[in-house]
């Protein structure tokens, strides 16, 4: 198991950069997710860490040594594609045992460890199958188990769980998070599923034109976002644009909203706030409200089973409300939806994003 | 073959049970007449069958007639149709040898020349085959492979390797550079994914390849006829010598017509053997490329 570093990598397809000066740190046996919208470079990236594709510029090392002169077949990676891509020829054990036959191993000698990989992911009955008996979601175990049957010190995934369907999507996640914790296998994990980020990764980073927008653990990426386009890009939250009418104090279309971030920012600047769907509050409309409270409609209710999704318009703006399910309000219902002021995030602006460090 | 039919309807309705029949029938029909014809002695119009069959003449003729004299050493007919086969064979592997590099470097680069490289592989298409075959005669004839083996297997490879290069070219296409990159994440050299990955994948299309190769070898009269100076017989310089004598189709033709297209069917049920897949080229995975780009 290795740590990964890139520095400064950058790449480009005869045109603009894909990737540029682009720095990453993965610590050792650790899950990294990286999202990012398609396009943004991600698996430009991945694969030139599998060296697969070569950088122009920059470094890559598996723990402080450089390996951009090793071919793929040298780097003891395994890799994981958007497509199963086992080999039609050879039957699931084969496939499994690919990697073991090119290091010479015979495949008698091979077979307790293919057996070993394939139990990992729940197949040892089909390894007499062939590929094309097998369905999407059983191929993608097979092509898992293939790319770590070699023991690679580092673990590549291009959106693995991107073809399959909701049902099999969570359960190959199990899988990969149970692999990866028992192989203890440094793993990067490339995705345009913020969900699927953030449920399987230790450290995450969004990535926009291939930069680093943001990256940190899955929690503070989405409760600290950063920037307009990074809180917009993960979601389930509420951006607000204001003018800054005194420390503290924001004029939004909603109304006036005291928050507890904006004490730095001059008077009558115009900002983007973030507040998170489950941050809010709503309550029946009664006397005596708190403060940063303001009076709405519901328009939209949406049952889940954990949790109630309120569209809540307020003075025209539509506001979005995740609440706790022991109370329920019908739609067109007068309600009251507070917005605690701790919970209000100052962001910086898209294009001012891009020229942060990290 | 056998499994492609997954997945299919098991049993084809009887629209297309006729239509296949038909077909059949349309591909074997012209094949019938050639079969009496060659057991023929007198056949003339409009007689639907002869009138005295070889049979019946055996020993009234002071020499041997029709498959007699074919199968007989008289004919040298054992040794065209070695001639035949070994070059054939010899040109489709060496349509395969330089075929796979060339389609592959088609299929999966783009460079400056790519298409002045395609222009040229048409020609041997586009111009007549004599005048190719004119144009090498005097060219071997200075070189030494005039009436020699050698000679005659490049001059085959002039008009077969363009086929087979688009085959294969096609079925380089249709295969995803995605095993190839799996295969080096997991320790495969460029030689081993050769061995293991690629040519395992594309046997369908080599068998093709080498079919086309060795079929369209096997029909060449023309450019055998002026390389080997007479020296070198093939089963088509032979029949078309008998041809060439004019008058109607004679048992010993006819039977002649027959042999020649044995050496393609032989090949086929054998490639099938071998591959399971020498008949695919409809359901080959390239398949339907290959038929547009004709």
């Known amino acids: 198991m290795s740590s990964i570093t890139l520095v400064g990598i950058t790449k480009s397809y ?19 997710g ?5 396009g943004c470079g991600k698996t430009t990236t991945l694969k030139m860490i599998a060296g697969l594709l070569e950088p122009d510029a920059g470094d890559i090392r598996f723990d402080g040594a450089s390996v951009l002169a090793l071919p793929p077949e040298k780097r003891r990676i395994g890799m994981v594609f958007q497509q199963p891509l086992l080999f039609p020829h050879l039957n699931v054990e084969q496939n499994v045992g690919f990697g073991l036959r090119m290091q010479g191993m015979r495949p008698r000698d091979a077979r307790p460890r293919v057996r070993d990989c394939l139990a990992m992911v729940q197949l040892e009955r089909f390894a007499e199958r062939f590929p094309h008996q097998l369905s999407g979601g059983q191929q993608q175990r097979v092509a898992l188990a293939r790319a770590v049957v070699t023991d690679p010190v580092v673990l590549l995934l291009d959106e693995p769980l991107s073809n399959l369907d909701s049902r099999l999507r ?14 203890k296998i440094t793993t990067i994990f490339v995705s345009h599923d913020q969900e699927e980020a953030s449920e399987l990764s230790d450290r995450m980073a969004v990535m926009f034109d291939g930069r680093l927008a943001q990256s940190g653990r899955p929690y503070d990426l989405f409760m600290r976002p950063e920037s307009t386009a990074v809180a917009r890009f993960l979601g389930s939250t509420n951006l607000l644009e204001g003018h800054v009418r005194a420390p503290g104090l924001l004029d939004t279309p909603i109304g ?5 971030c904006a004490h730095g920012v001059e008077a009558g600047r115009t900002v983007t706030v973030s507040v998170r769907w489950e941050h809010l509050a709503i309550r029946p409309v009664s006397a005596g409200e708190p403060p940063n409270s303001f ?40 309600v009251v939806v507070e917005i605690p002021a701790r919970h209000v995030r100052l962001l910086q602006e898209a294009h001012a994003s891009a020229t942060l460090p990290g | 073959m056998r499994q492609e039919l997954h997945g299919m309807p098991d049993r084809p309705s009887a629209a297309a049970r006729v239509f296949v029949i038909l077909m059949f029938a349309a591909f074997v029909a012209p094949f019938v007449p050639l079969v009496v014809a060659s057991f023929s002695f007198r056949w003339h119009w409009p007689d639907l069958l002869p009138t005295r ?4 003449v055996r020993d009234e003729t002071p020499f041997p007639v029709g498959w007699d004299y074919l199968l007989s050493p008289v004919s040298r007919l054992g040794s065209a149709f070695a001639n035949t086969v070994a070059i054939g064979l010899v040109v489709a592997a060496l349509a395969l040898m330089t075929g796979v590099p060339a389609a592959y470097v088609l299929a999966r680069y783009d460079f400056r020349a790519k298409g002045v490289a395609e222009f040229f592989l048409l020609l041997p298409i586009i111009v007549p085959q004599v005048s190719i075959g004119i144009g090498m005669l005097l060219l071997f004839m200075r070189v030494g492979l005039f009436r020699t083996y050698p000679g005659i297997v490049l001059a085959h490879l002039v008009p077969a390797l363009p086929y087979a290069i688009r085959i294969l070219t096609a079925m380089f296409q249709n295969l995803d550079p995605g095993y190839e990159e799996v295969a080096r994440t997991l320790g495969a050299d460029r030689l081993a994914r050769l061995r293991h990955v690629t040519l395992p994948l594309i046997a369908a299309g080599l068998a093709t390849a080498g079919l086309f190769a060795f079929l369209i070898s096997t029909n060449i009269f023309l450019l055998t006829f002026l390389i080997s100076g007479g020296r070198i017989a093939t089963l088509p ?8 004598s004019g008058g109607p189709l004679d048992a010993t033709t006819a039977g002649l017509v027959l042999i020649v297209s044995v050496p393609g069917l032989l090949f086929l049920f054998i490639a099938d053997r071998i591959t399971g897949s020498g008949l695919s080229l409809a359901t080959a995975p390239a398949g339907s490329r290959a038929k547009e780009d004709r």
């Open chain 1, 295 to 334: 009076c709405g409609i519901v328009r939209d209710v949406v049952f889940g089973p954990t949790r109630i999704r309120y569209t809540v318009e307020i003075n025209d703006v539509e506001i979005i409300v995740v609440a706790p399910t022991d109370l329920e309000y019908p739609r067109n219902e007068p």
């Open chain 2, 237 to 244: 310089t032979m029949l078309f010598s008998h041809i060439g």
């Open chain 1, 34 to 38: 990286l999202l990012g919208p398609s």
């Open chain 1, 14 to 32: 005869d045109g603009p950069a894909v990737i540029a000066d682009l720095d990453l740190h993965v610590d050792t046996g650790t899950v990294f």
């Open chain 1, 256 to 260: 006036p909203i005291a928050v507890s």
């Open chain 2, 53 to 56: 069959w070889l049979w019946n």
């Open chain 1, 170 to 183: 969570e359960q190959m996640r199990q899988l990969i998070r149970g692999v990866q914790e028992r192989l």
